[in-house]
């Protein structure tokens, strides 16, 4: 809702330029890997506009993280800018080291103006690509990279190598300064304004005016394989993505090997990251391939020479898709799918309504996991369980709804008070843990993509309308489902996944749209220390930010 109000396409002209060969330039062995970010105000021209972003090192998109599998990496952030600044390693488990993680508030308090932090972890059991971005404010529409993990060396490539290899980051433009707008968004409780433009690697492409310089291109030779790393690092909106005359095969999403499988389209949420092949062409010619996105919000439009997608609308191109994705399942890469379930969580997501005399009209939206709009509190969670303070946060975040109701049918719109609160849950070491996220027809019907740090989980099932704990469990797939970080909540439907929760920590779960975590769509996990003295959370570095 509210994000879903604009009508326009956006596309890329795809030219492709491939220049990283990063199965075979890579360094063979395990390696220390430094970064040096440099968090810097710098003006860029977009739209026939100039405007002052916040980039990391000057670029937009940021810097490449590339490390392979076992490697330690360093990244140095120093603060330049005016504004409070934290980074998250997507998909990175951060396995016992929260702190390396990155959410402002939950495992850190913000690197401050002039000030730095450096983020150490290894990069363990995970190969692929990820990506990193602000986590604080909305300072990611313009502060996002890619993360490539190569697979450690001598474990094979399970499919065959691309000749080459591009990264492709989808994200959105605004030409106004985002934070000064989300403010005041805000203050008068209502949704900020939606972007104008979408990107390709930062650049919105030949549909907008002066982007003819601002158009990303490759350039590809027939007959070789090409491998596409693609992100969704846009803050709102869910994505269709295909390249005209060609066919894409999945592989790989948020660094899990799947079955490959062949599509016109791939449909990535803000957050995920989707490996493809690009399949030959049928018969275009051998220079330009052209690209297009287009919101999931508005009908498809058919232009000469781009790529025609599913229409914005349709459920049952995303349903038949999400199907389609499943773990690769090998001896080399198992699914190890938890089947007993120590712990059931179901949590309805919803919106609603608060007093706020200030604002407009005397109201302003909330979002809420069980009817609990999480609020921020004003030093790390993580901190503050690590170092038992008191009075941070509360470990009460119920388990299922206090009064379950006809969650997709009539749209409610009476008694939708929610409760504010720093709630979260506590989940022994090791646990098994089931939960369904539930849509609801409070206010509206809305599909949301689900993240949560710290863990990949298993979506073992979803479907549209009201979750049945009496039959639908039978319908799971629990041999093959696929794993990941990131999952969509279909619009007035459920999603249910299962991890083991064998990494102790603060681990934020929220929805990836940044309205809605705005809004408090948001909650987390405390996963409690194991017996052992190498299964709790390590002592925090140095050097990691005060509040
Ligand atoms: C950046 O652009 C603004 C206009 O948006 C302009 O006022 C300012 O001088 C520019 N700064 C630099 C360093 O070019
Ligand atoms: C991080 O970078 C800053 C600025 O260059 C530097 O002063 C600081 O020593 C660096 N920290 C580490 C641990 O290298
Ligand atoms: C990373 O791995 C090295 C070598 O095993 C270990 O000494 C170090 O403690 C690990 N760091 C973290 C943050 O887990
Ligand atoms: C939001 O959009 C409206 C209508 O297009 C425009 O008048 C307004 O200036 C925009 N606000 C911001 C903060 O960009
Ligand atoms: C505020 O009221 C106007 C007019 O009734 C309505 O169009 C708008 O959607 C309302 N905004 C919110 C945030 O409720
Ligand atoms: C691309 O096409 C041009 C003319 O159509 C041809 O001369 C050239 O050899 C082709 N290149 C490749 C790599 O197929
Ligand atoms: C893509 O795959 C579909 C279904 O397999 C097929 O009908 C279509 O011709 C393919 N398109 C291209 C461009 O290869
Ligand atoms: C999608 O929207 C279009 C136009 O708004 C409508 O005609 C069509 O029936 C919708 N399709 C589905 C599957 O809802
Ligand atoms: C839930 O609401 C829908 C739509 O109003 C209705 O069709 C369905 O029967 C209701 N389910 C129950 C269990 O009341
Ligand atoms: C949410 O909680 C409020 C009280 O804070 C209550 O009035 C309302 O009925 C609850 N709504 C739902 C859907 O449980
Ligand atoms: C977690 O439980 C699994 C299954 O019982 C067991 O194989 C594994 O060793 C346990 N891990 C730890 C760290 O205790
Ligand atoms: C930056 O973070 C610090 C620590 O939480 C906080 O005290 C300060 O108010 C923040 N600054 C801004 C501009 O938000
Ligand atoms: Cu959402």
């Known amino acids: 809702m509210a994000s879903s109000c604009r009508n326009r396409l956006f596309s890329g002209l795809l030219f492709l330029c491939f220049g990283f060969l990063g199965f075979i330039t890579s360094p063979a062995e395990a390696a220390i890997k430094k970064y040096q970010f440099d968090v810097q105000v710098k003006n860029v021209s977009r739209l026939c506009h100039a405007k002052p972003i916040v980039t990391i090192n000057g670029r937009f998109p940021g810097p490449t993280i590339y490390v392979r599998e076992g490697d330690r990496v360093l990244i140095n952030v120093t603060n330049h800018a005016q504004y409070n600044m934290s980074i998250h390693w997507h998909g990175l488990k951060q396995y016992r080291n929260g702190w390396a993680d990155g959410p402002a508030y939950v495992t850190q308090c913000p690197i401050q103006t002039g000030s730095s932090y450096t983020y150490d972890f290894n990069v363990t059991g995970q190969r692929g690509t990820l990506w990193w971005h602000a986590h604080i404010l909305w300072l990611r529409a313009t502060v996002y990279g890619a993360i490539v993990i190569l697979p450690k060396q001598g474990t094979p490539f399970p499919f065959p190598r691309p000749y080459r290899e591009a990264e492709i980051i989808l994200g959105e433009w605004w030409n106004g300064n985002v934070e000064e707008f989300v403010n005041k968004a805000n203050n008068l409780g209502l949704p900020p304004n939606s972007s104008d433009a979408h990107t390709i690697n930062g650049k919105p492409g030949p549909l907008f005016p002066c982007s003819e310089k601002h158009t990303f291109a490759m350039e590809v030779e027939q007959g070789k394989t090409y491998l596409l790393r693609i992100i969704n690092a846009a803050l709102n909106d869910e994505l269709f993505f295909g390249i005209a005359g060609h066919n894409l095969t999945v592989v790989e999403v948020d660094a899990v090997y799947t079955k490959p499988f062949t599509t016109e389209a791939i449909l990535i949420a803000p957050g995920q990251t989707t490996n493809a092949f690009m399949d030959a062409p049928v018969a275009v010619d051998n220079k330009t391939a052209t690209g297009i996105f287009q919101y999931r919000g508005i009908p498809n439009t058919v232009l000469p020479s781009l790529p025609q997608l599913p229409a914005s609308n349709d459920t049952a191109f995303a349903l038949s898709y999400n199907k389609k994705l499943k773990s690769l399942n090998t001896p080399n890469f198992p699914a190890n799918v938890p089947l007993k379930v120590d712990r059931k969580l179901f949590y309805t997501i919803?919106?609603?309504?608060?007093?706020?005399?200030?604002?407009?009209?005397?109201?302003?939206?909330?979002?809420?996991?069980?009817?609990?709009?999480?609020?921020?509190?004003?030093?790390?969670?993580?901190?503050?369980?690590?170092?038992?303070?008191?009075?941070?946060?509360?470990?009460?975040?119920?388990?299922?709804?206090?009064?379950?109701?006809?969650?997709?049918?009539?749209?409610?719109?009476?008694s939708l008070g929610t409760s504010t609160g720093t709630r979260l849950s506590k989940i022994a070491f090791n646990s098994t843990v089931e939960l369904v996220l539930q849509d609801t027809n409070l206010l509206t019907v809305e599909s949301h993509p689900f993240h949560l740090h710290g863990y990949n989980f298993f979506v073992v099932g979803t479907g549209i309308g009201n979750f049945d704990p009496a039959k639908d469990p039978a319908k799971y797939n629990l041999v093959d489902p696929v794993e990941r970080n990131t999952v969509g909540v279909p619009t007035g439907g459920w999603t249910a996944i299962r991890f083991r929760a064998d990494n102790p920590g603060v681990w934020f779960m929220h929805c990836h749209l940044e309205l809605h975590t705005g809004w408090g769509l948001k909650t987390a996990f405390v996963v409690e220390d194991g017996p052992g003295s190498d299964h709790s959370v390590l002592p925090p570095p140095k050097d990691l930010p005060p509040c």
């Open 350 to 414: 919803g919106f609603g309504k608060e007093s706020c005399p200030t604002c407009l009209n005397g109201t302003r939206f909330v979002a809420s996991l069980n009817n609990i709009s999480f609020e921020m509190p004003q030093v790390g969670l993580l901190q503050a369980h690590y170092f038992n303070l008191k009075g941070v946060f509360k470990t009460d975040f119920p388990d299922r709804p206090q009064t379950p109701f006809n969650y997709t049918g009539a749209p409610l719109t009476a």
